[in-house]
């Protein structure tokens, strides 16, 4: 099936412990993203990439780095993981300037 | 810089009866407007965007939006709600260029009452 997919669905980890996160797409889209939803359901842009370079790089700690190994996959990396990280994780592609995102299912994040 | 409000952070209503949630907006230019939906424990998805043209947008599952630029608005509709439609409902800003990403609003919650 073609979609963006996320890797794990589920995660639950101690604090200080390092984990990833992948997402692949297999739409053919030249940019993705990785958006944070907190538990007020509020969602705020982390990272964007277009064609392996990051294009958008919000305020986020520097423990969390994307990466980009081609343009159909966009993983992110989070070292020293606190309690506060807790959230649901989406990745998103877009196709092309005039479409909107395509989401994952996102990753619920739990630290403990 | 763009933003987003959508003024009613839960509705409920009943089966068979209209809807209509509101979203307004902040932004410098002409805008990419959506209206994104989450099921519980799901990703977001698109029920409509407006680029340009025509003001009233169809989507998805019988939703439709409209799009005033004089009340920087653009409200979602639907004629007669379906138990089904129950959810999140997420409106977004932005621009057509990738440098920018999407703004998305706060969500309204949804409830239908059978």
């Known amino acids: 099936d073609t979609a963006v997919s996320q890797t794990p669905k589920y995660l639950v980890t101690q604090m200080g412990n390092d984990k990833s996160i992948k997402c692949e797409q297999n739409?053919?889209?030249?940019?993705m993203y990785w958006y944070k939803q907190d538990s007020k359901k509020f969602l705020k842009i982390m990272f964007s990439?277009?064609?392996?370079?990051?294009?958008i790089n919000e305020t986020v700690p520097n423990r969390f780095s994307p990466k980009s190994p081609d343009k159909a996959h966009l993983n992110l990396h989070i070292n020293s993981l606190e309690l506060g990280d807790s959230a649901v994780y989406f990745c998103?592609?877009?196709?092309?300037?005039?479409?909107?995102?395509?989401f994952g299912s996102g990753t619920r994040l739990t630290v403990v | 810089a763009q933003s987003v409000t959508q003024p009613d952070i839960h509705i409920t209503v009943s089966e068979g009866a209209s809807l209509e949630l509101r979203c307004n907006y902040s932004?410098?230019?002409?805008?990419?407007l959506f209206w994104y939906v989450q099921s519980p424990g799901q990703g977001l998805q698109l029920l409509l965007k407006?680029?340009?043209?025509?003001?009233l947008v169809q989507g998805i599952k019988g939703f439709e939006a409209e799009f005033k630029r004089s009340q920087s608005s653009f409200n979602l509709r639907k004629p007669s709600v379906h138990w089904s439609d129950a959810a999140e409902y997420f409106c977004?800003?932005?621009?057509?260029?990738?440098?920018?990403?999407?703004?998305f609003g706060p969500g309204t919650r949804l409830s239908v009452l059978p």
């Open positions: 998103a592609s877009r196709l092309g300037q005039d479409y909107g995102y395509t």
């Open positions: 977004a800003v932005g621009a057509r260029n990738y440098g920018q990403n999407f703004v």
């Open positions: 932004y410098g230019a002409t805008p990419y």
């Open positions: 739409l053919g889209h030249d940019t």
């Open positions: 990439y277009n064609n392996k370079e990051l294009i």
């Open positions: 407006y680029f340009s043209g025509d003001t």
